[in-house]
């Protein structure tokens, strides 16, 4: 059995975590950060992702993506209100975003895949075996459209996505095992991007959802948005200054004011710093935590419904809960705690790390996957109702929220006029009466045998799977014979066009690779040119004059390889200057051998 | 719960879930009620501990996350005999909806229940219809929508006192359903208790969706 990796794919950051001896960890880095900014940048060796990216955020902002989860499996319509905020340049094409760097047009799937594929690199460099299976969590509230967008991202990674979990579930798994929890818990996962708020019951091993609720659209940004809006027009009124004008400045404005916000969970007052554009200084003012709080209240207490509507759900109230976790980077603020305690009327907690814990959730259910662990069994629900259109633009609710899944409907379907050779279908989810109010899935004609009214009787099932993705299948009830049907997805991408996109990764992943070379053997030469010249400098007259030549010689060439865009002359030079150094090296260690051994004696040196 | 036959050696199933001599899953029939697939018998008062305890343990053994390492085959099967599962769980565990879906196995459809009115009630709801409606059109802070809600709210409370008799009631007629299934005689006076019980049963379970729907109705007007 090949091993499954767990993949927190989230809107600010991402980690990748595995089982090791029955623990979950979480991979890091060489500097032994473990997460990877989902950030991903278009610089002139192509494209970067993580912290480099991050880098180029204010130095080519036109050109750098983040928060590309706050765009899965939406139209451009759905984000409309918030499209000044992102400095990268976003279009439609058959209902999905796409976003212009450079020549090119990606999908968010395609953005994010490249996320993934930074977190596959690293989990493989760490483990030192090729990974191709992973587990990959989702906000609990998120749609269809917005899971099978991930799984897409998934698939154009080059993973096969076993499973995709809810974020709050997956933490609960994380605290089922370390922490051996049991009771009706609720997760509070307040994170960059989004919100939710899962019940849980966990009794012997089984964690079953009773109920979740959420918002896919607030998180942390919402905050740091607060932040820039009041920078913003402060710097105008002082300054006399847009920066909305400038996109470079609008992100050093949104990282400083994401910067603050993260201070002031832990002071009480922190130092705005601000450099301005076209050299007139630098806006600076003092923020307190009390300042902040006014400003977020409302953004928090939108939270608070549904955490109430969970729990009306689940048919219980917040006396009944006996443990109230906390996931998330914005769970970290003051405010936020002191609101859900006010909610439950407990003590949140938080002992395992929020940023880390829905990683090491979804390695956990990784390892269930594989058969490693068999004790624990999550049992999760769908947090919208699924339905279909009916006569007067009425949605007829087929799967109601909250329900358990793997959960299954069947409905049949006749005709109402004679020789009517299909049935139009359209896909629904949300909690709404009428359809237009509701998410729009997919839509899909059912084909019918040409008979008089009201004869045909196809039964169509409508399956929702353990990942909360919508499976359909249809059966004529008359010859038992199954037809297969072809669901147009109205927020999504269509199987073609996925697997072109994962055949384009694999041609642009040579492309990649090649980036990757050129990057690496640039660094190495920047370190070869450097001790090189330094021991000319130092040894250099303990040489012949040619061979100190020869080595200049190497030394320019190598510098001049440098430049180019093929790694392999680069290494090839580096070779050659490691040819012509290797005495002057020799040379250069008998010397400082000679000199560490002079005025010692025999038997010191021994 | 299992078929006659394992789907993929072809012999005898004797086993519950499981093919004895392949060790393969099998799927439910689709002629297993929600009762035989818990392993409960038809009885309308179920303990929810044991029914909690018993879909746990069936959940352990159908759920698609055992089967990640199966064939394709016997994945299928997991994923459809945990939905019926999980439906049956759910349709189970509300007093309500198992005395619903019963009565379905017993005298037919149960999309044939239609929701009535209480006969004793039928003049009042016909009043508080009008009164709703003249709520609905009056200025609520004025003198006239306050009196209308005061009416309302007594008319609420009264609903689901109401709404609460008739739960009970039915808890009766579970309990008698219930020592009527175990005594197990099939005399004719027994048969035509059990008629009687699931015509009560019936028209207590339409009258309380009909008060339920109007208790609800009533709330989100006046909330």
Same mark, same amino acid.
């Given at each position: 059995?090949?091993?499954?990796?767990?993949?927190?794919?989230?809107?600010?950051?991402?980690?990748?975590?595995?089982?090791?001896?029955?623990?979950?960890?979480?991979?890091?880095?060489?500097?032994?950060?473990?997460?990877?900014?989902?950030?991903?940048?278009?610089?002139?060796?192509?494209?970067?992702?993580?912290?480099?990216?991050?880098?180029?955020?204010?130095?080519?902002?036109?050109?750098?993506?983040?928060?590309?989860?706050?765009?899965?499996?939406?139209?451009?319509?759905?984000?409309?209100?918030?499209?000044?905020?992102?400095?990268?340049?976003?279009?439609?094409?058959?209902?999905?975003?796409?976003?212009?760097?450079?020549?090119?047009?990606?999908?968010?799937?395609?953005?994010?895949?490249?996320?993934?594929?930074?977190?596959?690199?690293?989990?493989?460099?760490?483990?030192?075996?090729?990974?191709?299976?992973?587990?990959?969590?989702?906000?609990?509230?998120?749609?269809?459209?917005?899971?099978?967008?991930?799984?897409?991202?998934?698939?154009?990674?080059?993973?096969?996505?076993?499973?995709?979990?809810?974020?709050?579930?997956?933490?609960?798994?994380?605290?089922?095992?370390?922490?051996?929890?049991?009771?009706?818990?609720?997760?509070?996962?307040?994170?960059?991007?989004?919100?939710?708020?899962?019940?849980?019951?966990?009794?012997?091993?089984?964690?079953?959802?009773?109920?979740?609720?959420?918002?896919?659209?607030?998180?942390?940004?919402?905050?740091?948005?607060?932040?820039?809006?009041?920078?913003?027009?402060?710097?105008?009124?002082?300054?006399?200054?847009?920066?909305?004008?400038?996109?470079?400045?609008?992100?050093?404005?949104?990282?400083?004011?994401?910067?603050?916000?993260?201070?002031?969970?832990?002071?009480?007052?922190?130092?705005?710093?601000?450099?301005?554009?076209?050299?007139?200084?630098?806006?600076?003012?003092?923020?307190?935590?009390?300042?902040?709080?006014?400003?977020?209240?409302?953004?928090?207490?939108?939270?608070?419904?549904?955490?109430?509507?969970?729990?009306?759900?689940?048919?219980?109230?917040?006396?009944?809960?006996?443990?109230?976790?906390?996931?998330?980077?914005?769970?970290?603020?003051?405010?936020?705690?002191?609101?859900?305690?006010?909610?439950?009327?407990?003590?949140?907690?938080?002992?395992?790390?929020?940023?880390?814990?829905?990683?090491?959730?979804?390695?956990?259910?990784?390892?269930?996957?594989?058969?490693?662990?068999?004790?624990?069994?999550?049992?999760?629900?769908?947090?919208?109702?699924?339905?279909?259109?009916?006569?007067?633009?009425?949605?007829?609710?087929?799967?109601?929220?909250?329900?358990?899944?793997?959960?299954?409907?069947?409905?049949?379907?006749?005709?109402?006029?004679?020789?009517?050779?299909?049935?139009?279908?359209?896909?629904?989810?949300?909690?709404?009466?009428?359809?237009?109010?509701?998410?729009?899935?997919?839509?899909?004609?059912?084909?019918?045998?040409?008979?008089?009214?009201?004869?045909?009787?196809?039964?169509?099932?409508?399956?929702?799977?353990?990942?909360?993705?919508?499976?359909?299948?249809?059966?004529?009830?008359?010859?038992?014979?199954?037809?297969?049907?072809?669901?147009?997805?109205?927020?999504?991408?269509?199987?073609?066009?996925?697997?072109?996109?994962?055949?384009?990764?694999?041609?642009?992943?040579?492309?990649?690779?090649?980036?990757?070379?050129?990057?690496?053997?640039?660094?190495?030469?920047?370190?070869?040119?450097?001790?090189?010249?330094?021991?000319?400098?130092?040894?250099?007259?303990?040489?012949?004059?040619?061979?100190?030549?020869?080595?200049?010689?190497?030394?320019?060439?190598?510098?001049?390889?440098?430049?180019?865009?093929?790694?392999?002359?680069?290494?090839?030079?580096?070779?050659?200057?490691?040819?012509?150094?290797?005495?002057?090296?020799?040379?250069?260690?008998?010397?400082?051998?000679?000199?560490?051994?002079?005025?010692?004696?025999?038997?010191?040196?021994? | 719960?299992?078929?006659?036959?394992?789907?993929?050696?072809?012999?005898?199933?004797?086993?519950?879930?499981?093919?004895?001599?392949?060790?393969?899953?099998?799927?439910?029939?689709?002629?297993?009620?929600?009762?035989?697939?818990?392993?409960?018998?038809?009885?309308?008062?179920?303990?929810?501990?044991?029914?909690?305890?018993?879909?746990?343990?069936?959940?352990?053994?159908?759920?698609?996350?055992?089967?990640?390492?199966? !064939?394709?085959?016997? @994945?299928?099967?997991?994923? =459809?005999? $945990?939905?019926?599962?999980?439906? *049956?769980? +759910?349709?189970?565990?509300?007093?309500?909806?198992?005395?619903?879906?019963?009565?379905?196995?017993?005298?037919?459809?149960?999309?044939?229940?239609?929701?009535?009115?209480?006969?004793?009630?039928?003049?009042?709801?016909?009043?508080?219809?009008?009164?709703?409606?003249?709520?609905?059109?009056?200025?609520?802070?004025?003198?006239?929508?306050?009196?209308?809600?005061?009416?309302?709210?007594?008319?609420?409370?009264?609903?689901?006192?109401?709404?609460?008799?008739?739960?009970?009631?039915?808890?009766?007629?579970? !309990?008698?359903?219930? @020592?009527?299934?175990?005594? =197990?005689? $099939?005399?004719?006076?027994?048969? *035509?208790? +059990?008629?009687?019980?699931?015509?009560?049963?019936?028209?207590?379970?339409?009258?309380?969706?009909?008060?339920?729907?109007?208790?609800?109705?009533?709330?989100?007007?006046?909330?």
């Amino acid at each position: 059995m090949t091993r499954i990796v767990g993949i927190d794919l989230g809107t600010t950051n991402s980690l990748i975590a595995f089982m090791k001896d029955g623990r979950p960890c979480v991979v890091p880095d060489r500097n032994g950060r473990t997460m990877v900014p989902s950030v991903v940048a278009l610089t002139d060796n192509g494209l970067i992702v993580g912290d480099s990216a991050k880098e180029h955020l204010t130095r080519s902002p036109e050109r750098t993506v983040y928060s590309v989860k706050r765009f899965m499996g939406k139209g451009l319509a759905d984000v409309q209100n918030e499209l000044t905020y992102f400095p990268y340049h976003l279009t439609e094409t058959g209902g999905v975003i796409r976003i212009r760097l450079g020549e090119k047009s990606y999908s968010p799937p395609q953005i994010s895949a490249m996320v993934l594929k930074e977190l596959k690199r690293r989990a493989e460099a760490y483990l030192g075996e090729s990974i191709s299976k992973a587990v990959i969590t989702v906000p609990a509230y998120f749609n269809d459209s917005q899971r099978q967008a991930t799984k897409d991202a998934g698939l154009i990674a080059g993973l096969e996505v076993l499973r995709i979990i809810n974020e709050p579930t997956a933490a609960s798994l994380a605290y089922g095992l370390q922490e051996k929890t049991q009771g009706t818990i609720a997760v509070y996962d307040f994170g960059g991007g989004t919100f939710d708020i899962s019940i849980l019951k966990l009794k012997n091993g089984i964690f079953e959802v009773l109920a979740t609720n959420g918002d896919t659209h607030l998180g942390g940004d919402d905050l740091d948005r607060l932040l820039v809006d009041l920078f913003i027009g402060e710097i105008r009124a002082r300054n006399d200054i847009d920066i909305n004008r400038y996109p470079d400045h609008m992100q050093t404005v949104r990282l400083e004011a994401e910067r603050v916000k993260i201070r002031l969970s832990e002071e009480l007052t922190a130092t705005v710093s601000i450099e301005l554009p076209e050299g007139i200084g630098r806006f600076t003012r003092e923020l307190t935590r009390a300042q902040l709080e006014s400003l977020a209240m409302p953004v928090i207490e939108r939270t608070l419904a549904p955490c109430r509507m969970a729990l009306k759900d689940a048919g219980l109230t917040s006396k009944d809960i006996d443990e109230v976790v906390l996931v998330g980077g914005s769970t970290r603020m003051p405010l936020v705690r002191q609101r859900v305690e006010m909610l439950f009327g407990k003590v949140p907690h938080c002992h395992l790390n929020p940023d880390e814990v829905v990683a090491l959730g979804a390695a956990v259910q990784a390892d269930i996957l594989s058969g490693g662990t068999t004790d624990m069994l999550l049992l999760d629900v769908t947090p919208l109702s699924l339905g279909i259109e009916t006569m007067g633009g009425v949605m007829s609710s087929l799967i109601r929220r909250n329900t358990t899944i793997p959960a299954s409907a069947k409905e049949l379907f006749t005709t109402y006029v004679d020789g009517q050779t299909g049935v139009d279908i359209h896909i629904l989810q949300g909690e709404r009466e009428l359809v237009k109010d509701n998410r729009s899935l997919a839509r899909f004609r059912l084909k019918v045998p040409p008979l008089p009214a009201g004869v045909p009787r196809i039964e169509v099932t409508f399956l929702i799977d353990a990942n909360g993705i919508l499976n359909v299948t249809a059966t004529d009830m008359r010859t038992g014979q199954s037809q297969s049907i072809d669901v147009k997805p109205s927020y999504g991408l269509s199987d073609a066009e996925v697997e072109q996109m994962i055949e384009d990764s694999f041609k642009f992943a040579a492309d990649d690779v090649n980036a990757r070379k050129l990057i690496e053997a640039r660094l190495d030469a920047d370190a070869l040119l450097k001790t090189t010249e330094k021991s000319l400098a130092e040894a250099g007259h303990l040489i012949g004059v040619d061979e100190a030549e020869g080595i200049r010689s190497a030394l320019s060439q190598l510098a001049t390889a440098k430049d180019g865009t093929n790694p392999r002359p680069i290494r090839a030079q580096m070779a050659e200057l490691e040819q012509a150094a290797k005495r002057l090296n020799v040379v250069m260690l008998d010397d400082s051998l000679k000199k560490s051994l002079q005025g010692k004696k025999v038997s010191e040196v021994r | 719960m299992a078929r006659s036959m394992c789907w993929h050696c072809q012999s005898a199933v004797t086993g519950e879930y499981f093919c004895e001599r392949c060790v393969k899953v099998q799927p439910v029939s689709k002629e297993t009620d929600y009762f035989t697939c818990l392993g409960f018998p038809r009885r309308l008062t179920l303990d929810p501990k044991q029914l909690e305890a018993k879909f746990y343990e069936l959940s352990r053994t159908f759920h698609p996350d055992f089967y990640q390492t199966k !064939t394709p085959a016997e @994945q299928t099967i997991s994923l =459809g005999n $945990a939905a019926v599962l999980n439906t *049956a769980y +759910r349709t189970l565990r509300d007093p309500i909806q198992r005395a619903e879906y019963l009565l379905g196995l017993e005298t037919g459809s149960v999309k044939d229940i239609r929701t009535s009115p209480p006969a004793d009630l039928f003049e009042e709801i016909l009043e508080l219809q009008d009164t709703l409606e003249e709520y609905r059109s009056s200025e609520r802070d004025s003198q006239e929508g306050q009196k209308l809600r005061t009416v309302l709210e007594t008319e609420q409370r009264g609903l689901e006192q109401r709404k609460q008799e008739m739960e009970a009631q039915l808890q009766r007629l579970f !309990t008698e359903w219930d @020592q009527l299934q175990d005594r =197990g005689e $099939a005399t004719s006076q027994t048969r *035509a208790e +059990r008629d009687r019980l699931l015509k009560q049963m019936r028209d207590l379970l339409s009258n309380r969706t009909y008060v339920t729907s109007i208790v609800s109705d009533l709330a989100a007007t006046i909330a």
